[in-house]
């Protein structure tokens, strides 16, 4: 016996992608930079030290004086001396004035007289300590600092890029296809048989 058969056959479609991958390169130049650096201004103001050493006194002390001033120490001497003298005369004619009250003024004046102070003389020093003066005054420095800021200049560079985009090829690679085949089929009418 044989059994009507249908026979299908059938092939699927098939795509076919082809893909170019998209490129891109970028570069980045280097920024530029610029630094000056101004010198700072530097100002020095000094003033020299003082050395002053004053003698005198000390040769004053080993006898060895100048002119003017053994003329101005007589003159001193010889006002202190009038004065001495003229207060001496004043007390002993005040004495002598009141001889009657006793005690024998004018022997005694006669010794004040003839006889001066006692010489009096103890331990010295030729020159004398400190007769020599230094005086001394150190020297003075003002420094002066002026600071300068850096100049900076700096120029970015923007960077250099390259893009190629990909690309997608879509193509058909093989179609699809359905076949149909009838076998053993028979169509029985009326009267009549027939084979498809």
């Known amino acids: 016996m044989q059994l009507p058969q249908i026979r299908i056959q059938s092939q699927n479609a098939q795509i ?28 020095i103001n000094r003033l020299p030290s003082k050395l002053s050493i004053d003698q005198t006194q000390a040769w004053a002390d080993m006898d060895l004086k ?36 006793g005690g024998n003024p004018i022997s005694r004046q006669a010794q004040q007289n003839s ?27 003002d420094i002066r600092v002026t600071p ?17 985009p990909g690309a997608v090829d879509v193509s058909l690679q093989q179609k699809n296809q359905l076949e149909i085949d009838f076998v053993n089929l028979k169509h029985h009418g009326i009267n009549f048989e027939m084979t498809l």
């Open 66 to 101: 100048s002119v003017s001033r053994r003329i101005a120490e007589a003159a001193q001497n010889g006002k202190q001396a009038a004065y001495q003298g003229t207060a001496r005369r004043v007390r002993q004619g005040a004495e002598l004035m009141k001889i009657e009250n």
């Open 115 to 141: 006889q001066g102070a006692p010489k009096q003389f103890n331990i010295g020093w030729i020159p004398s300590a400190g007769s020599v003066k230094i005086d001394y005054q150190p020297s003075q420095v």
């Open 16 to 43: 076919q992608i082809n893909q170019t991958a998209g490129t891109q390169t970028i570069q980045q130049p280097q920024a530029t930079q610029l630094i000056q650096q101004p010198k700072a201004e530097l100002s």
């Open 148 to 164: 300068r800021k850096p100049i900076i200049n700096t120029q970015a560079q923007k960077p250099i890029t390259n893009y190629q």
